[in-house]
């Protein structure tokens, strides 16, 4: 299985790799692919370059041999479709199963993102339900799960696409926009970033503005 971890990690914190480690650990996987984007479609702008991002992208994942990083969204610049890395994909290995981690926010603006009926079929949706999350009160997401949702990790491995497997296992509370306002405001970031990725954002002093 190939599995991708799309988003701005601007920046990359423990609930990120938490929610990472739990998808290797629950699906078996060989290794995770975390996708930055370059251009958001459905989020602001990051307002750190993506050499920083990369960095402390970088930082975050080196210690664990299942990590990976995939760059094609900051090499072809321009808006990040999703679409467009999962046809790149689906192209470079017609067999095998793909799947896209996103966390529960993510999963309930899927309906809004560009061409998502053709996302749904090219990969398995694999969503992180963070504590207090609730799934959106959309006709569209309830007839999708009505027909793709599955609690079969084994099916998983057994079509290319089209289910959506819902992660269990521990969570951890973390948001970027809320570390952001931490760094901004010089309040505490030590239960929320990884240690080198904390003295970089120092170092580099990210955020403060």
């Known amino acids: 299985m190939i599995a991708l971890f799309g988003g701005t990690f601007d920046p990359i914190h423990l609930g990120h790799i938490n929610m990472a480690k739990q998808c290797v650990k629950e699906l078996k996987l060989d290794k995770l692919n975390f996708l930055p984007c370059a251009m958001p479609v459905h989020k602001a702008q990051p307002g750190i370059t993506d050499a920083h991002r990369l960095t ?4 975050a994942t080196q210690d664990n041999p299942k ?3 995939d760059r094609r969204e900051l090499i072809r610049q321009g808006p990040s479709y999703s679409l467009l890395s999962l046809q790149e994909c689906r192209t470079a290995s017609p067999n095998t199963p793909l799947l896209f981690l996103m966390g529960m926010d993510s999963f309930n603006s899927l309906p809004s993102w560009y061409k998502w009926q053709d996302i749904i079929q090219l990969c398995h949706i694999i969503v992180y339900q963070r504590p207090g999350e609730k799934l959106a009160n959309s006709d569209q997401l309830t007839q999708y799960l009505a027909q793709a949702s599955t609690t079969n990790r084994e099916l998983l491995t057994q079509q290319q696409g089209g289910l959506c497997y819902f992660l269990a296992g521990d969570t951890f509370d973390a ?3 809320d570390i952001r306002k931490r760094i901004k405001n010089r309040e505490n970031t030590e239960h929320l970033l990884n ?3 904390r003295e970089y954002i120092d170092e580099h002093h990210l955020y403060a503005e």
């Open 56 to 59: 402390m992208l970088s930082l």
């Open 67 to 69: 990590f990976a990083i």
């Open 195 to 197: 240690e080198q990725v």
């Open 175 to 177: 948001a970027s926009s």
